[in-house]
């Protein structure tokens, strides 16, 4: 991903390995500030995932293959230091995806590097595969980061933005801000900006009336987690985003790569839903909100029911929720997803 920092472009990626330490972009300081963050203990990763550092399902996958080889390097204890990046964040599929692919591997550095560029190379192809959804004026409304910060490189639900933008077409994209973290208004309307994508930061409650009065062509985003009968788990209020899509015929797709899909779960309902911390909601920023007494919720994702979904754009093609079947065949015959 290009980043012009100071006025200098700079080519970064969302996570890497150098010097034995896991190198993150710290998530938590943009738009205003591009800082590294350096893990250089399996401690220090545990914490990036939980605090957000880096978030976002495939990033966060990677950050845990990098932080167990380096742990591996350093002669950490394996068995305590699973269990512990196991325990950062239930909901994303690439966590786990991520600890067994490495734990089939021995831990080895070298396979941290393939996982990583696996995953990068995987979400150009969704890229690809879903620019064609995408007309030559299409507006497009997203929700939350499934942009290269969640990914490496490309992004999930963006990649196709991205292609559609390489090829010359002039597409606009709603951005939700997505409290509370504002993933939509920090992250990908920074991605946007630097990729030169025209787009808007709307309040995550102004979507439908977007969507009602016929300015949105269609709505791509991304998934932490999709069961097998194409329930699939995203940031809070993407659930409310698609049955108002439905409601007005909006096409409403969900762009994911392989490491996402959990197979083993028959529908949204077995799920883990992350519940993060109430100041969350209570504060903007570091300005508080709201009387300070009041107790708040904070489910970081919602379910989406299957039959929302148009098709899910994935690195294998696109599937309808009836034809995950298919993409489980594929799968299963895909190496990488096999652990090797
Ligand atoms: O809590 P976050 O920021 O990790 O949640 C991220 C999302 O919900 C993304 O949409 C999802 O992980 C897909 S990212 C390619």
């Known amino acids: 991903m290009k980043i012009s920092i100071d006025g200098q472009v700079r080519n970064l990626q969302a996570v890497w390995y150098e010097n034995s330490t896991v190198h993150l972009i710290d998530q938590r300081k943009l738009p205003a500030n591009v800082e590294i963050f350096k893990a250089s203990s399996s401690d220090e990763v545990a914490f990036a995932i939980k605090d957000m550092v880096v978030r976002g399902a495939p990033a966060i996958g990677v950050a845990a293959a990098y932080g167990l080889a380096m742990a591996k390097e350093k002669g950490e204890d394996m068995e305590k230091v699973v269990t512990k990046i196991r325990s950062t964040r239930p909901t994303a599929h690439d966590l786990f995806a991520a600890i067994d692919y490495m734990t089939r591997n021995q831990f080895a550095l070298s396979s941290a590097r393939r996982y990583a ?18 007309g030559q004026k299409s ?26 933008k390489i090829e010359g077409k002039e597409i606009f ?21 630097q ?13 439908g009336h977007f969507m009602h009065t016929g300015q949105v062509d269609l709505a791509i985003v991304g998934a932490d987690r999709i069961a097998a009968n194409g329930d699939f788990a995203n940031k809070i209020g993407t659930y409310e985003k698609a049955v108002v899509a439905r409601e007005n015929n909006i096409p409403f797709y969900v762009a994911a790569p392989g490491s996402t899909f959990d197979f083993s779960l028959n529908s949204g309902n077995e799920i883990p839903i992350e519940e993060r911390s109430q100041d969350e909601v209570k504060t903007v920023g570091i300005q508080k909100v709201g009387p300070q007494d009041s107790k708040a919720k904070n489910p970081a994702f919602d379910v989406t029911p299957a039959r929302y979904v148009t098709a899910f754009i994935t690195e294998y093609g696109l599937f309808k929720p009836d034809e995950l079947p ?3 065949l594929k799968m299963d015959r895909d190496l990488f997803m096999q652990g090797r």
């Open 173 to 193: 994209v709603f951005v939700d801000e997505t409290r509370p973290r504002l993933q939509g208004a920090n992250l990908t309307a920074w991605e946007l900006l």
């Open 117 to 134: 560029q696996e995953i990068s190379n995987r979400c150009k192809k969704i890229g690809e595969i879903g620019n064609p959804l995408i």
């Open 195 to 207: 990729e030169g994508i025209d787009h808007a930061i709307i309040a995550d409650n102004a979507a």
């Open 326 to 328: 298919n993409l489980r």
């Open 139 to 164: 507006r497009v409304l997203t929700h939350c980061n499934a942009g290269a910060l969640a990914v490496l490189d490309w992004g999930t639900a963006l990649a196709p933005m991205r292609f559609a």
